[in-house]
């Protein structure tokens, strides 16, 4: 169960380069709106999903108690590519980002597009 929920998290990201997101390729996005927490807009009720970008270019993701991944990412115009640790393997990939705003992060993949909101911190 502990794997199938980490895998679900990092399908969040893991989304691939779509064809749909090539007239978005040459936007350029600031990066510095990407700092912070974020969670997908269709997250499950019973699975807590949290993705964060800090300003130092690193990435964590934990979904539920238990499952926590780290890595890093880069955000280049509109080409978020990241590299996440998942146990002994690496997986890299790149999306396109769609929007990003104060609130909002949609990027672009071969599953679809994704939508985070960003956690208000209290």
Same mark, same amino acid.
């Given at each position: !169960?502990? /794997?199938?929920?980490?895998?679900?998290?990092?399908?969040?990201?893991?989304? @691939?380069? @779509?064809?749909?997101?090539?007239?978005? /390729? +040459?936007?350029?996005?600031?990066?510095? /709106?990407?700092?912070?927490?974020?969670?997908?807009? +269709?997250?499950?009720?019973?699975?807590? !999903?949290? $993705?964060?970008?800090?300003?130092?270019?690193?990435?964590? $993701?934990?979904?539920?108690?238990?499952?926590?991944?780290?890595?890093?990412?880069?955000? +280049? @115009?509109?080409?978020?590519?990241?590299?996440?640790?998942?146990?002994?393997?690496?997986?890299?990939?790149?999306?396109?980002?769609?929007?990003?705003?104060?609130?909002?992060?949609?990027?672009?993949?071969? !599953?679809?597009?994704?939508? !985070?909101?960003?956690?208000?911190?209290?």
């Amino acid at each position: !169960m502990q /794997k199938l929920l980490g895998f679900a998290a990092i399908a969040v990201l893991v989304v @691939g380069t @779509g064809a749909a997101a090539d007239d978005k /390729k +040459d936007e350029k996005f600031d990066a510095k /709106k990407l700092v912070g927490k974020w969670e997908p807009t +269709d997250a499950k009720a019973d699975l807590k !999903m949290v $993705i964060e970008f800090t300003k130092e270019g690193k990435l964590n $993701i934990a979904a539920g108690e238990d499952v926590k991944y780290t890595g890093t990412y880069k955000l +280049d @115009g509109a080409k978020l590519t990241f590299v996440v640790k998942a146990g002994e393997n690496e997986v890299t990939k790149s999306i396109t980002v769609l929007k990003l705003t104060d609130e909002i992060l949609e990027a672009e993949g071969e !599953m679809g597009k994704k939508t !985070m909101k960003r956690i208000k911190e209290k």
